[in-house]
């Protein structure tokens, strides 16, 4: 008989979709598979983690922050819910060599190098004005080193960095960190941007490794 107990870790991925003209974005394919990834090699700490949804985020500042907003909307974000949050939100560095990024600072700052989606081009605008100037940031509240010291004896090449970008990357990663400030003490909701390489420099098979590594060392790391 299945425990009616949940399980004490939500985890939310997402990706982004096409921008710029790429067609075909690394983190929405992984977005697309890896809950058939996950079903045929399942993550070693399953008992522990409900990967709770999986989002593509339209590589635009209007679209991604109302799609976050759903989101949010149908998560049971609650004093109630026994559960901790844990949002994931995936990007592509198309300049990144044949390593993965954990983002660790995001930065109240829109200063968009190209026009989004819908046309926006932003310069030195704070994301969130009560917030501060541009140079406020929040930092993950994840055990990150010990996460990338897990992931590299796994023979994942991985470095912790404090530069996600102006664009959306940084947006999206903001407004999580943002949201989870103003909750209740007694919400737990936790986030870090991961930037993934093209699949030129790392094939798609090893990206959908990485992210089961990662919700694997998210959760031992955390003991």
Known sequence: MASSVPAKYAFHLSGFGSFNGVAANPTELLMKNIESYLQQH???????????????????????????????????????????????????????????????????????????????????????????????????????????????????????????GRFLCNFIFYQAMNTAKQLPSSIKMRSVFIHVPPFDKIPEPEHLKFARALIDSIVKCDR
């Open 42 to 164: 399942p993550l070693e700490e399953k008992d522990s983690i409900d990967i709770k949804s999986k989002t593509v985020y339209e590589v635009s500042a209007v679209g991604a922050l109302q799609t976050f907003q759903e989101l949010l909307l149908s998560t049971n974000l609650s004093s109630n819910s026994q559960q901790e949050h844990v949002f994931l939100l995936f990007g592509v560095n198309g300049k990144a060599g044949p390593e993965f990024a954990l983002e660790r600072t995001c930065w109240n700052d829109c200063s968009f190098r190209v026009a989004d989606e819908r046309g926006w081009q932003p310069e030195k605008q704070p994301i969130v004005p009560r917030n501060g100037t541009i140079e406020h940031c929040f930092q993950s509240e994840l055990p990150l080193e010990k996460i990338q010291s897990k992931l590299t004896e796994m023979n994942f090449s991985v470095k912790i960095s404090d530069d996600p």
